[in-house]
């Protein structure tokens, strides 16, 4: 039988955001604050939180915002900057694990451990 869960009030620590979440909230401020005029903005993460667009802040910058689930099929052109080292992203990415690894990674990233934000799985290594 399923239980009915507790209702979340202001005063309940699950209402406060967590690190994490403050961090990715952080992100995509940063990410429409540092795009060029007429920009096209990507956000191909997944939120647990609506974001807010301060749009008093964003007004002048006539900004695309290009939204969705995580659709690696599309990214080409928005990550083809990356690839050619003209933008660093490494500040964005918390741990490093192979393949073989998967589970510890999950854990680590579901765990949040030391803040972890973005974790790169490398292909299987043989040991």
Known sequence: MRTARKPITASDERAKPHAATRK??????TSWRIARPNAVVVVS?????????PLPSM????????????DATDLEEPLSPIEQGLIDTSCLISKRYTLNDILEAYRAFEARE??????????????
């Open 24 to 29: 990715r909230s952080e992100n995509h401020q």
């Open 45 to 53: 993460a997944m939120y647990e939180n609506d974001q807010t667009l």
């Open 59 to 70: 007004y002048g910058k006539n900004l695309i915002f290009k939204t969705g689930g995580v």
């Open 114 to 127: 030391d803040g972890c934000l973005k974790v790169v799985i490398t292909p299987w290594e043989e040991r």
